[in-house]
């Protein structure tokens, strides 16, 4: 079954710190792997996309890494901000699957300052 | 830019009654999606359209029907409400070949 599983469920850190999201798939065969941001209240927005031959891509102080192998991808945060605060998720696609997308169930990350 | 367009933003139903959620985009995307999500359980699935004149259903499709109207606009009916359909309701689209998606802001639903 093609699952997709988020650690941790959710994430309290200082302003300026750095974190680190988890994300595991068994979703086969394997097309590409995205990051959304979903700010409270909205719907989510693409940050990053992954696909099998890339290993690490950065947008700004976002930092994605995958490793095909293990089936994980990681996307790390650097001098964490207020305006980081809210829920990561993770969104893989596979191969001929009519366009459907298997979401995580997402990290909610806050900020404090 | 309007992106993807979901109208009502908030609704309260009585259980039994029927409503319908409209969604449009303006990015001439042939995929939409309608997703309600809940705490704890992320976005679930319950119709899509892969191309105008087509839909099927997704994950939790169960009393929820769907119309694609034109390639700008995907409605999500509920005809009797239950409490158990309170949740928040995502549209979404994306370009078909493409693995982005677009979601409209929302609508929070609460059935008493």
């Known amino acids: 079954k093609n699952q997709v599983e988020q650690s941790p469920q959710s994430l309290i850190i200082l302003e300026g710190k750095n974190c680190t999201l988890q994300c595991n798939y068994t979703v086969s065969p394997f097309s590409n792997l995205r990051w959304y941001k979903q700010d409270t209240g909205r719907g989510p927005v693409s940050l990053t996309i992954?696909?099998?031959?890339?290993n690490t891509k950065s947008n700004g102080r976002y930092t994605a890494t995958l490793d095909a192998d293990t089936k994980q991808s990681s996307l790390h945060i650097t001098a964490s901000q207020l305006s980081d605060s809210a829920s990561y998720i993770c969104?893989?696609?596979?191969?001929?699957?009519?366009?459907?997308?298997?979401f995580g169930q997402g990290t909610t990350l806050q900020v404090k300052p | 830019n309007a992106g993807v367009t979901q109208t009502p933003k908030f609704q309260v139903l009585k259980t039994g009654q029927s409503m319908t959620l409209q969604c449009a985009q303006d990015?001439?995307?042939?995929?939409m999606y309608w997703y309600r999500q809940d705490p704890g359980m992320g976005l679930r699935l319950i119709y899509y359209?892969?191309?105008?004149?087509?839909?099927d259903k997704g994950e939790v499709p169960n009393g929820y029907n769907v119309s694609r109207l034109n390639k700008r606009e995907f409605s999500l009916r509920l005809e009797s409400a239950a409490p158990s359909q309170t949740s928040v309701y995502f549209c979404?689209?994306?370009?078909?070949?493409?693995?982005?998606?677009?979601f409209g802001q929302g609508t929070r639903l609460t059935v008493v």
């Open positions: 969104v893989v696609s596979a191969l001929g699957n009519t366009g459907k997308l298997i």
């Open positions: 990015m001439n995307h042939n995929s």
């Open positions: 992954m696909t099998f031959s890339e």
């Open positions: 979404a689209s994306k370009r078909q070949g493409d693995t982005e998606a677009f």
């Open positions: 359209s892969a191309s105008e004149g087509t839909t």
